[in-house]
């Protein structure tokens, strides 16, 4: 069982990336996925939620408008596209699985399985 995110790079400000979590060992249908990031010196907080099913999709207040997630069921993979990065976006962004359905999409601890990480930097 596995998570691999992909996509990460240095970007200006006003910027768009997208990027990639492809899973490897089990299939998103039952699984709820998220995605969290973390800057230097600061907590891991959650940034976008997605359900098995597409059901339900959450952001972050920081985000919203701004960032969509997504999925391709048959690329077993979800998305996360970041449109108009700011400074403030800079973080390592990781994407996470939970066995749905999870209670709160957007706190870490309902994870079990994680990726490596990806780094996202945003300069000014």
């Known amino acids: 069982v596995q998570l691999v995110e992909s996509g990460g790079d240095l970007v200006q400000a006003g910027g768009s990336l997208r990027l990639s979590c492809t899973a490897s060992?089990?299939?998103?249908?039952?699984?709820?996925i998220g995605w969290f990031r973390q800057a230097p010196g600061k907590e891991r907080e959650g940034v976008s939620f997605?359900?098995?099913?597409?059901?339900?999709?959450l952001y972050a207040d920081s985000v919203k408008g701004r960032f969509s997630i997504s999925s391709d069921m048959d690329k077993n993979t979800v998305y996360l596209q970041m449109n108009r990065l700011k400074p403030e976006d800079t973080a390592v962004y990781y994407c996470?699985?939970?066995?749905?359905?999870?209670?709160?999409?957007?706190?870490?601890?309902?994870?079990?399985?994680w990726g490596q990480g990806t780094q996202v930097t945003v300069s000014a």
């Open positions: 996470a699985a939970a066995v749905a359905p999870t209670n709160n999409g957007l706190r870490s601890s309902e994870f079990k399985v």
């Open positions: 997605i359900s098995e099913a597409d059901y339900i999709k």
């Open positions: 060992g089990f299939t998103f249908d039952t699984w709820d």
